[in-house]
């Protein structure tokens, strides 16, 4: 009788044990595709064939660069899939209200996220934009003049 109580222990503190390795292999609720924010500068996020460079100026005029890993279309379905990147759908396209965290709110005082390709103003938008490997995307807060 002993002997059964010793291994019938034995297999629940074995049992017990598998659970927690089990566990410690699981996702956490960040582990969804999505990078904690705001990105440090110098940091690596994502994963894919494509390296792009992002740099963010936000409203106090201090950068930060990182790099992007990804196998999607556009840049901004990349940022987007990250979380880098947050905003609204508009008969233009997506209008980025929020870059690694910061908001700017145009109808606050005029603030918005501009885009820009290799330090060029943007021809097209950012879900309209194909990442190419060894491209700067950059993201910087303006004010609308007027």
Do not use: R
């Not at 899939?81 to 005082?109: F, P, Q």
Request: aromatic share 8%; with cysteine.
């Amino acid at each position: 009788m002993k002997n059964t109580v010793k291994k019938l222990m034995a297999l629940l503190l074995a049992a017990v044990m598998l659970l927690a390795l089990a566990a410690c292999g699981q996702k956490d609720a960040k582990d969804d595709g999505k990078v904690e924010l705001p990105v440090a500068d110098g940091a690596v996020i994502g994963t894919g064939a494509t390296a792009i460079t992002v740099e963010v100026q936000g409203a106090d005029g201090k950068s930060v660069t990182f790099t992007v890993n990804t196998d999607e279309e556009t840049v901004g379905a990349a940022l987007l899939k990250l979380g880098v990147i947050a905003g609204e759908d508009s008969d233009y396209g997506l209008y980025v209200k929020t870059v690694n965290g910061e908001t700017a709110d145009y109808d606050k005082d005029g603030a918005y996220w501009a885009f820009y390709v290799n330090g060029e103003y943007a021809m097209t938008g950012v879900d309209a934009t194909a990442p190419e490997a060894g491209t700067t995307y950059g993201f910087h807060v303006e004010k609308a003049e007027g």
